[in-house]
């Protein structure tokens, strides 16, 4: 083999190696989080909601498995060992938006066509087989509610303080990773 037969392959596997590169993800690529937190006021003290805000463990999107509303804020989550034993089930991510409920639920319909939904109590529910239970739910839903129906004038203020115009609760309980227990 002559020295110029030497130079074309080796140019030919550097090219290789340089277009295989561009097919691989990076090794660090970060992880997309479920949704963002609400920028708290430094002046808004420590209640048990700041701190819910503050302190929650955000999953990453993929692991939720269910869209997280655009611009919605997460004022709180659960991991299944977090919750009161009677109300056990699935994790928990609550979050609140500045839309409306209908818009909320409209955005829903589309995002989720296949699950079963209707409008229960004063909330409006999405669930992937079409059973919600409340108390400890075995399957994975969203629940929409209106937060004039759902918190009491100072939860609404103090909420309100870390999402001006907040008008719509978000609770989304997704599926547990394989062999998860509390």
């Given at each position: ?27 660090n690529a970060k ?33 939720v498995g269910i ?80 937060m004039e129906n ?33």
């Open positions: 083999m002559n020295l110029s037969t030497l130079y074309r392959v080796a140019a030919s596997i550097s090219g290789l190696l340089v277009f295989l590169s561009t097919l691989t993800l990076p090794v992880a997309e989080a479920f949704a963002s937190r609400p920028q708290i006021p430094a002046d808004i003290g420590d209640s048990y909601q700041v701190q819910a805000a503050r302190d929650s463990v955000i999953p990453d999107a993929a692991r869209p997280a509303y655009p611009g919605a804020v997460i004022i709180r989550t659960f991991a299944v060992g977090e919750r009161p034993p009677k109300y056990e089930g699935l994790p928990i991510i609550e979050l609140i938006t500045t839309d409306d409920y209908q818009t909320v639920i409209d955005f829903y319909k589309k995002q989720l066509p296949s699950w079963r939904n209707a409008e229960l109590l004063s909330a409006y529910y999405f669930a992937q087989f079409g059973h919600v239970n409340f108390f400890k739910p075995e399957e994975p839903h969203v629940g929409i509610h209106k759902y918190y009491r004038a100072g939860d609404k203020e103090l909420l309100r303080k870390l999402l001006p115009g907040a008008q719509t609760l978000i609770k989304v309980f997704y599926a547990k990773e394989a062999g998860a227990g509390k």
